[in-house]
């Protein structure tokens, strides 16, 4: 983008980066400068100081404070002389500069380095971003994994306590999961596993969060929501668990599932942890295939 209030800049430099096999976009002023970063985000901003309305300054600071344009990299086009100008502009978090009059090879030397930058930061947000997500996620499932469900956990409780929320909190481990192990082979313990991920993800509803606990354990956590919700979905999974046998190659398997849950808010998430386990082990001790919440029992 080229936002400089003179035709004459504006269109020599658009000759000069046309030129280039650049695509070209022109804002006279400040104000439209900014309007069409927003619309189309540039990839440079060639940026006069001197303009009408906003000054190439208050541009960059605009620019700086909108977290979907403060990577571009801008480079000040000025026909000011004084170093102190200069300055305050790579101090304003201006990538580069360049004064008038300029030569066209110059030009292009300092856009083509401002866009190898944004390139580089470009990808380095990609693979952060992707990273973030990798160490998220549960890698045999898919569900997120025990660290998301921490920070979720926290994020949501605190949510809950702030507004009076009801909250929820399921954990599931499937029943006598290392019988298929042993039985089996890992293989197919890891083929239960996932088939009752998906199983587990289609019985939620818009805003449960479930992830895998660890081993054969999952966590759901149910934002506003109350004991009988929380049960609601808890009887759904573990119904459509063992309603249907999970077939790994020649073997059909029978797979159940219990279940602790828990309303609060309470005093903690440590709190509700504590309390879905406790629920988790009577429903192992009443006989499995078995949804123990507060003295409620569902199933078996
Ligand atoms: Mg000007």
Redesign the pocket.
């Known amino acids: 983008m080229i936002a400089?209030?003179?035709l004459l800049?504006r269109a020599v430099v658009q000759a000069a980066l046309e030129a280039e096999g650049y695509q070209v976009m022109l804002a006279e002023d400040g104000r439209t400068a900014l309007q069409q970063c927003q619309s189309r985000p540039p990839d440079v901003i060639l940026l006069?100081?001197?303009?009408p309305g906003l000054d190439g300054y208050q541009v960059l600071a605009e620019l700086k404070n909108d977290p979907a344009l403060s990577h571009i990299p801008v480079v000040f086009l000025t026909?000011r002389t004084g170093m102190a100008d200069v300055v305050a502009g790579l101090r304003a978090g201006a990538h580069d500069y360049l004064k008038k009059p300029f030569e066209p090879e110059e030009l292009l030397a300092r856009v083509g380095s401002a866009l190898h930058v944004k390139q580089l930061q470009d990808h380095l947000r990609d693979r952060n971003a992707a990273l973030d997500r990798i160490s998220r996620t549960d890698a045999l499932t898919g569900l997120y994994n025990r660290r998301h469900l921490n920070e979720v956990l926290a994020l949501r409780y605190a949510d809950a306590r702030r507004h009076g929320d009801p909250f929820s909190v399921l954990l599931l481990d499937i029943d006598r999961f290392k019988r298929v192990n042993d039985t089996y082979g890992h293989p197919t313990g890891d083929l239960v596993l996932c088939e009752f991920a998906r199983r587990l993800k289609h019985e939620l509803r818009a805003g449960d969060i479930a992830g895998r606990w660890g081993g054969e354990e999952f966590l759901v956590i149910l934002p506003r929501t109350g004991a009988s919700g929380v049960l609601e979905v808890a009887e759904r999974i573990r119904a459509a668990t063992a309603a249907t046998p999970i077939i790994a190659g020649e073997a059909h398997l029978t797979v159940t599932v219990s279940g602790g849950c828990c309303s609060g808010p309470g005093d903690s998430p440590e709190d509700l942890l504590r309390c879905v386990d406790t629920r988790l082990y009577q429903a192992k001790a009443g006989g499995r295939n078995l949804i123990v919440a507060a003295d409620v029992k569902v199933g078996g």
């Open positions: 400089d209030d003179s800049i006069d100081i001197v303009m026909g």
